[in-house]
């Protein structure tokens, strides 16, 4: 960490090193217009710039971690086949927990057979295999003819000595961490913000210091050449006479300001309404980084509407219950209390690893709220359009929260229906309409908006 | 006029006081009491807010409210928590289910989204409706989310008790009965459910209960004939599919006999002509009020009730050659005519009476039988069991009531003390009835006299079987889990509603709930069928099935007993002196030859014409008819049906009195032909029926009514049934009269003006198309010799030449290569029904917005239909007669009062090609689209109405309040509540305040249609996207599809030679097409007709050629 804000106030120092040195550059040619006009535009949202670079900076770590994550065959094997059942410690799930289970079974080659074919092996009349069967309910062992041996062993190797959540120290532990500091919102350490602040102080003092340094030295200057000393001005005296000497200057940067205000305000009013970056907090810290990113599920597993119907859906808890019936704790914290929340809103009771029936509808805040005059349908951007959910959603892989990618404006839909040309071919809906337009357009691309994609009653009606 | 406090404010409204309409005309209430408060000098110095505070407040409630509108809304977001399987959120799920009110049969898919059901369509795997559907029976969906409904089990006088408290009381009562020796009765409508039928054997085996069915409208009379004649108490099934003539004696088999939609279906599919097929039926209609099947009718001939039976026994007369005796004056030309027509189609014609009178009934079965119509045009094989009210049973039940014989009764699905003739005195009887039970879901006039209501689910709640038909079945299965389920928990604590199938069984002591109960009675009912899961799945699926040779009506073990009364009954009918002489002499030949009698028996008619000629006629006689829109008024709590304009009347939220102009003008009542809603109102009058006085009704001009007859609707006039329906109009059926051992719904009655007028709400002022074309109609002869006939195309001068309008364009054309959606519509088959209405309404979100809303023509239905009347003024005849062009006019908004001819024309968006509303907006809200479809665009619009203003169609509607929002309109809204809510289609907006709106020609289905296509990688299939208002269509007049493929029916519709397009002649290019009516009449079209039509072109181009 010490390091990260080593480079970081590195970079900042470089930014703003190069920034004043324009300054001073443009100050040398007073009326330059342009240049004066340039000045403060560099300077503008130094943030942004810092925001770039450490990120940068913080995502060339992650990967590194990711990397090492990715490392452990046996995990990753054990989490794909076998943790819906399974757990890496004592604690029982559907099957028994497995910490340990090289010195409780037969034999190494026991657990080859048994994974590959557990029917096969209770059937021999195996007494072991008889003797957890009873153990578990009663219930046969998935197969999996598809691990090699070496594929078990590797699991077996991941599993025996267990790997329970607070005595280990693995490294996904550090995931939340960087997921953290990726929105830099959720977690705490250093806002570059404050960071920034502090830099701008110090550098101010410093300009202080500087002035008077600079005045102490040519009253110096002018003593040794007989001249009047420098007259004893405060800051703002100077400021104000610095002023009455470049009224032109004065003037143009009023007129800038002024300009910059309207601008702002005709944004800010034309943004009402448009929550572009909206993410509420949700009443289950559900984390898309880690479903769809780390774990990779689909989108459209868990939002099956938007393959099929307008709207793509907020999964229901029994979609949840479908992983979440073996996950019940993660390495990450506070993940055991947020499972539970699902729990108590299927009407789960992890103990009896039973539905109660006692049901309690999950309340989410919606992210992307679409007035009810438009009516916007998934399946047929997801399926017809081919449109990749990115693209209006952004990357879901990497948020924590997740937010309004996109504005949702109208011009921002019908900036894409102007832009998008439609997948055509192999869809015989458009064979005619296809061979129609190819004589109108020749070869220009055919897009949405010639398609009658701009009709006011393609989305309202 | 019933109970006024709803649409009246005061007597100043209904007198239309200057000061008050003035008020009233003012949208928005402009009075603020500054002054007031001003001028009061005490408060102002009481007061202690300074100035300077009350900046201070102004300015802090502004900042809050500001940085309050900055922040980001949380919406919630609540998924499932175990999603079941078969639902995808924002899919819609189809279930297959069956409607049966009693009255009204129709097998139904049922459109759910998220498991609430959101759009009723017609199952076309039903042998029956045949994926048909009525606007009733759309609308029934509405009735579902009626927050009037019984949410608890509850006492008569509305405290509501638990259900083991109410089970503990009916079952007290029941034994009470038993011991004192008194009957049980279970008094409901006609059962067609042979799973219903079970439990209540079960019931009355436990309790040696009896089982009276009572239909609210009855047909008695005419299974009594039936029965005389075929020894079944059945009505048959009938073919009007198979008919070329077609002659109905009152019978308004398009919207109320028997099964109108099926009828629909049938005789649409007579009707409709090709190029291929250039035959249609022709039907001839004799009837006293102005029925829709009557206005469709290729000749309509009114007549008075009275005389009905006179022109009944002189067509026998004619058709068998026979001399029964006619008393009374009858058109001997007419009918020579028709019977010439009847006998020129032996085996294809078929004659139908709405009368419910056993004697007339006999008669046409005796003409139908000479005509060779049983076993072609009628279908008595297949006897039909949606009608099986039996009167006698009724009345003998409330004099056995009166008498104090009966201990316990328990209401089903009617409600007699408003449905009974008043002479019967329903209430009064059955105050002596010790224990009384109501399985009504909503409050009616039976419930409060009763002790224990024990509120059933609605039809879209609950399990049940349907055997309307001999070998028909069809089952109905919930489709939301019951809205009022029994609840418990602090907030809500609901008793909830329970399957009144469930209650009997329950009080029968088996504890079986009614899906089990079904599925085992399915497995003994089919047990061939093969395996009973795959069977029972396979009919769940389809919804309806049909067996051939299977369904007696009743389970095996009834039969024997079915036998030993039919021949009780047979006595019965003797002693009644209908023409049981004649039936029992056939009894012994009938017994022998069951089944070879493919006709039936020839009973002896004498004692039938003799009751006849005995038959009471008056001066004024009275029509009790069924509205299309409330029927018997089973629904009358359905806001979508009681702002449905009567396709006739055009008249919404009220009943009124038809009655002929002439008869108007010499009973000296205002004809208000054309009047201002707002300021006029028409004049009542006072009707009495045997004694029982009615309230004032409006009486309304009817051309074509029969002279010397009114027509009232019943199914008004509720109390105690809901907010939407109690006080509208007036109850007739306590009026109708009692004769020949059933219920009539024709009377001889004294009329009297009233003293006030009464404010009616009515939705097409104009009757008249004023020599317009705006309906084209020609003859079939004249089609059959030129398939342009009446549709001469329209032509404009365009620099000195006179060119077709479609060549002349004020705009330059865009390129369209992709879909162009159109709509066609068939003049000729719509029978004017209003499904489309209904269905548009839901499918739409159209709002109701209600009588005085209505009134001000600020009605929301995004889809009407236009019916006009021939005039008998045209512009040639003006001409030769002087009257000059005003009065020419002002003679041609005057409907030909005597006869005149009926034109039914749905009119929606257009969706103009060159759309002049397009053109005027200033916010570019409505616009049109690629694909041909004229958009709306209401989060853009700003509500200028500039649209509206020159539409020529006058299609657009403008939301002049939040419907859904505004305190005012929550007595007629059904968007109003939460329950309510619950039938909106999530996949349409609900528009608010200041927006205009119109037809969008349903592009939500157009685009799902076309995304599921996408997704299959296909072409689209044509009839695969049907707008709500072509699924709807009972007789399959409007289509919809695709101008793009020209193999597509829509286009082959739109190439028709008898297509035109409205105003195709100013050039607006409209993309719904109609098919020029064609009437089966020998007659070619009137000179003056044709003269007008040339004329009036003329016109059009002189006009043309100035500008």
Request: glycine letters at 8%.
């Amino acid at each position: 960490m010490g390091f990260k804000i080593f480079q970081l106030f590195l970079n900042l120092d470089v930014i703003l090193l190069i920034n004043l040195s324009r300054i001073k550059r443009e100050n040398s040619s007073r009326f330059d217009f342009f240049n004066i006009q340039n000045m403060p535009k560099s300077f503008k949202k130094p943030q942004r710039k810092a925001f770039v670079i450490l990120h940068f900076l913080l995502f060339s770590t992650f990967f590194l971690h990711f990397q090492s994550a990715s490392a452990a065959d046996g995990k990753s094997l054990f989490k794909q086949n076998c943790a819906t059942c399974h757990k890496p410690c004592d604690q029982k799930l559907t099957g028994p927990g497995l910490k340990g289970v090289l010195s409780r079974v037969p034999s190494a080659d026991w657990i080859h057979n048994w994974v590959h074919n557990s029917a096969g092996v209770l059937k021999s009349g195996d007494s072991y295999a008889k003797k957890i069967f009873d153990e578990n309910g009663g219930s046969v062992m998935t197969t999996f003819p598809g691990l090699s041996n070496a594929d078990i062993d590797a699991i077996i190797a991941y599993v025996d000595p267990g790997d329970c959540p607070p005595a280990t120290a693995g490294p996904s532990k550090t995931e939340p961490g960087t997921g953290g500091e990726n929105t830099g919102e959720t977690k705490g350490g250093l806002d570059p913000f404050w960071v920034l602040l502090a830099v701008t102080g110090i550098l101010l003092i410093l300009a202080i210091v500087l002035r008077s340094t600079k005045r102490a030295l040519k009253n110096v200057v002018n003593e040794k050449q007989g001249l009047a000393p420098e007259p004893d001005r405060t800051i703002w005296e100077s400021f104000k006479h610095w002023c009455e000497n470049n009224k032109r200057i004065v003037a143009v940067i009023i007129l800038y300001f002024v300009c910059v205000g309207v601008k702002t305000c005709w944004y800010t009013v034309k943004d009402i309404g448009v929550y572009q970056g909206y993410h509420p907090e949700q009443p289950i810290k559900f984390s898309h980084k880690i479903h769809a990113g780390d774990n990779g599920i689909q989108c459209v597993y868990c939002h099956s509407g938007a393959e099929k119907s307008k709207t793509a859906g907020v999964p229901s808890a029994n979609i949840c219950m479908n992983c979440h019936k073996g996950i019940s704790e993660t390495a990450n914290p506070g993940s055991k209390e947020e499972i539970a929340k699902i729990y108590y809103a299927a009407g789960w009771d992890p103990a009896k690893m039973a539905y109660t029936g006692d049901q309690h509808p999950l309340q989410w805040n919606k992210v992307h709220v679409l007035p009810d005059f438009v009516f916007f349908p998934h399946s047929q951007h997801v399926m017809v359009g081919k449109v990749e959910c990115e693209t209006c959603h952004g990357d879901v892989k990497k948020m924590t929260t997740v937010e309004q990618f996109s504005p949702l404006t109208m011009g921002w839909c019908i900036n894409c229906h102007r832009t998008t040309e439609v997948k055509m071919e192999g869809n015989k809906y458009y064979d005619e309409l296809h061979e129609k337009l190819k004589k109108k357009y020749g070869k220009q691309p055919i897009t949405v908006a010639k398609m009658g994609g701009l009709d006011c009653a393609k989305c309202h009606y | 006029m019933g109970n006024t406090k709803k649409y009246w404010k005061g007597l100043d409204e209904l007198n239309n006081n200057p000061a008050f309409v003035k008020q009233r005309d003012n949208e928005f209430n402009e009075y603020v009491p500054v002054d007031q408060f001003l001028a009061n000098t005490n408060a102002m110095e009481e007061s202690s807010t300074s100035r300077r505070d009350f900046l201070k407040f102004l300015g802090f409630s502004v900042t809050a409210a500001t940085l309050a509108a900055c922040e980001t809304p949380v919406t919630k977001v609540v998924p499932y928590v175990i999603k079941p399987e078969e639902i995808t959120p924002g899919m819609p799920n189809w279930y297959a289910s069956t409607y049966f009110d009693g009255h009204d049969y129709c097998s139904i898919l049922v459109k759910t989204r998220e498991a609430r059901p959101i759009k009723i369509e017609g199952n076309p795997l039903s042998k029956i409706s045949q994926g048909g559907v009525s606007a009733r029976v759309q609308a029934s969906l509405l009735s579902l989310y009626d927050s009037d409904r019984f949410q608890s089990p509850q006492t008569g006088k509305g405290t509501e008790i638990t259900w083991e408290k109410a089970d503990s009381i009916v079952k007290a009562g029941l034994d009470n009965a038993i011991a004192a020796k008194k009957d049980v009765i279970i008094l409901s409508s006609t059962i067609i459910s042979p799973s219903t039928k079970a439990a209540i054997a079960e019931f009355t085996s436990k309790y040696n209960a009896k089982h009276v069915s009572y239909d609210a409208i009855s047909y008695s009379g005419m299974l009594m004939a039936n029965k005389n004649t075929f020894g079944h108490h059945h009505l048959p099934t009938y073919r009007f599919d198979k008919a070329n003539v077609i002659v109905s004696f009152g019978a308004d088999f398009l919207t109320n006999w028997i099964s109108p939609i099926e009828h629909s279906k049938q005789y649409a599919a007579t009707r409709r002509i090709s190029k291929e097929k250039k035959e249609m039926s022709k039907h001839i209609q004799f009837e006293s009020i102005l029925s829709l099947s009557g206005s469709n009718a290729d000749e309509r001939h009114p007549i008075k009730p009275s005389e009905m039976g006179a022109y009944v026994i002189a067509l026998h007369n004619k058709v068998t050659g026979g001399a029964l005796a006619v008393s009374g004056k009858v058109d001997d030309k007419v009918v020579a005519e028709t019977a010439k027509y009847l006998t020129d189609n032996r085996g294809k014609a078929l004659v139908i009476c709405g009368s419910n009178d056993t004697n007339i009934q006999l008669v046409v079965n005796s003409i139908n039988q000479a005509l060779g119509s049983y076993g072609t045009t009628i279908d008595h094989m297949t006897p039909d069991f949606t009608k099986k009210g039996n009167d006698e049973e009724f009345v003998k039940l409330c004099e056995d009531m009166r008498s104090g014989n009966v201990g316990s009764i328990i209401f089903y699905n009617c409600n007699p003390v408003y449905t009974a003739p008043a002479k019967l005195k329903f209430a009064e009887a059955l105050s002596k009835v010790a224990s009384k039970v109501s399985f009504a879901t909503r409050g009616d006039e039976t419930t409060p006299l009763c002790d224990i209501i024990c509120p059933d689910h609605n039809f879209l709640e609950s399990w049940n079987d349907h055997n309307p038909r001999k070998g028909h079945y069809s089952l109905q299965q919930p489709t939301i889990t019951p809205l009022f389920a029994p609840r418990k928990g602090a907030a809500h604590n609901s008793n909830g509603t329970r399957q009144a199938q469930e209650s009997l069984l329950l009080w029968a002591g088996n504890n079986t709930d009614f899906h089990s109960y079904i599925a085992s009675n399915w497995k003994a009912m089919f047990n061939n069928a093969g395996d009973p899961l795959t069977f029972w799945n396979q009919s769940l699926h389809d919804g309806a099935i049909f067996i051939e040779g299977v369904g007696e009506e009743m389970p095996e073990h009834k039969k024997e007993e079915e036998k030993k009364e039919t021949k009780h009954d047979h006595k019965k009918a003797g002693a009644v002196a209908v023409a049981g002489a004649a039936s029992e002499k056939h009894e012994n030949k009938k017994e022998e030859k069951k089944e070879e009698v493919e006709d039936g028996m020839k009973p002896d008619l004498t004692a039938a014409v003799a009751a006849i000629g005995a038959m009471k006629s008056g001066s004024t006689e009275v029509v009790f008819y069924e509205s299309t829109a409330i029927g018997n008024g089973i629904q009358s709590n359905n806001p979508w049906l009681q702002e449905l304009p009567d396709p006739i009347t055009k008249i919404t939220w009220d009943n009124c009195i038809t009655m002929n102009p002439a008869d108007m003008e010499a009973g000296k009542f205002n004809i208000l032909e054309r009047f201002d809603q707002l300021e006029d109102a028409p004049d009542t009058a006072i009707v009495t029926v045997d004694g029982v006085i009615l309230s004032p009704l409006p009486v309304f001009p009817q051309p074509g009514q029969a002279i010397g007859t009114i027509g009232i609707a019943i199914g008004y006039g509720r109390s105690n049934s809901g907010r939407v329906s109690d006080g509208v109009g007036e109850n007739v059926y306590k009026a109708t009269p009692w004769i020949n051992n059933s219920i009539q719904y024709t009377a001889t009655a004294s009329i009297e003006k009233g003293k006030d007028t009464y404010a009616i709400a009515c939705t097409q002022t104009h009757h008249t198309m004023m020599g317009r074309e705006i309906v084209k109609e020609t003859s079939l002869m004249a089609w059959m010799k030129d398939e342009k006939a009446g549709n001469e195309k329209e032509t404009v001068v365009h620099k000195g030449v006179v060119t077709d309008p479609m060549a002349v364009n004020l705009w330059d054309d865009f390129d369209r290569p992709g879909h162009k959606w159109a709509l066609a519509i068939d003049l000729n088959t719509c029978i004017g029904c209003a499904a489309c209405v209904v269905s548009c309404n839901a499918e739409n979100n159209v709002p109701v917005v209600g009588k005085l809303e209505v009134r001000r023509s600020r009605e929301m239905h995004w889809i009407r239909i236009d019916r006009y009347y021939s005039s008998d003024m045209s512009k040639a005849k003006g001409k030769a007669d002087h009257l000059g062009k005003v009065d020419t006019y002002r003679k041609m908004e005057h409907a030909s009062s005597a006869n005149p001819r009926v034109f039914f024309q749905p009119i929606m968006c257009q969706h103009c090609n060159h759309a002049p509303c397009e053109t005027v907006c200033p916010v570019l809200a409505t616009s049109h689209s690629g694909e041909g479809l004229n958009m709306m665009t209401y989060n853009r619009c700003v509500g200028t109405r500039y649209c509206a203003n020159n539409c020529p169609f006058k299609v657009r509607r403008f939301n002049w309040f939040n419907y859904t929002g505004n305190k005012n309109f929550q007595d007629v809204n059904p968007g109003m509540d939460d329950i309510g809510r619950m039938v909106l289609n999530p996949d349409v907006v609900v528009r608010s305040r200041g927006v205009m709106e119109k037809c969008s020609m349903c592009v939500q289905r157009i685009q799902a249609g076309k995304l599921v296509a996408k997704k299959d990688g296909r072409k689209i299939v044509d009839g695969e996207i049907q707008t709500a208002c072509s699924q709807s269509c009972p007789t399959n007049a409007i289509i919809f599809g695709d101008l793009s493929d020209p193999e597509s029916a829509v286009s082959k519709w739109h190439a028709n030679d008898r297509n035109y397009k409205l105003l195709e002649e100013t050039g607006i290019r409209p993309n719904v097409a109609y098919l020029t009516k064609v009437r089966n009449t020998e007659m070619e079209e009137e000179e003056g007709g044709k003269e007008e039509k040339t004329e009036g072109k003329k016109e059009n181009k002189e006009e043309k050629a100035h500008s």
